[in-house]
């Protein structure tokens, strides 16, 4: 046996010490992904809104978009029909408040504000919570479920021109009734 630097076996000491050290650096590097899922394997909504599927439409990214409590609300969202035949969507609010989409198959249906009318007449939520909403399927077959949507108003750039305002109710002017003195 050959002595290194004057002290029998440091090398095998130097080279077992570089394999532990090794295996301790491996075992901290991936000690975390062994009891912690991927986040990268997760199924989660990524933008603004809520996700669900149900039956055969795909729910995506849904939200609305409003000024406040008991005021009108614009439904936003990506709908995918995975069957063959055309489906609606009934989406009902706060106060009976209501709205329909037809989702035609393979073909997703976007609600933008740009070309589409998904609007609740009144919701109960002010911006910032969380609407519940009732959807009922319709078409190949019938389904129900509710759906928390969040709450979003104007103040972000993109959502501005998509706030709905109320419609305005006709007034009736006042006739008089009285004969004029001359």
């Given at each position: ?5 004057g ?18 650096g ?106 519940t ?27 501005k ?16 009734t ?5």
């Amino acid at each position: 046996m050959r002595n290194v630097a004057g002290i029998p076996g440091a090398k095998r000491v130097q080279r077992l010490s570089l394999i532990a050290a090794i295996g301790i650096g491996a075992l901290a590097f991936t000690g975390c992904s062994a009891i912690n899922p991927q986040s990268t394997t997760m199924n989660y909504a990524a933008s603004d809104g809520v996700k669900l599927d149900m039956g055969s439409l795909e729910l995506r990214n849904v939200l609305i978009i409003s000024s406040g409590v008991d005021a009108p609300g614009r439904v936003l969202g990506t709908f995918y029909n995975t069957s063959t035949s055309d489906l609606t969507l009934t989406i009902s609010g706060a106060q009976g408040s209501q709205t329909e989409v037809s989702v035609k198959p393979g073909v997703p249906l976007v609600l933008n504000g740009k070309s589409d009318k998904a609007i609740l007449s009144t919701i109960s939520s002010a911006p910032g919570a969380m609407e519940t909403i009732n959807l009922r399927l319709s078409g190949s077959g019938s389904e129900t479920g509710t759906l928390n949507v969040p709450v979003l108003e104007g103040t972000l750039t993109e959502y501005k021109t998509l706030v709905p305002t109320a419609t305005p109710t006709p007034t009736a002017v006042p006739t008089s009734t009285a004969t004029p003195t001359p």
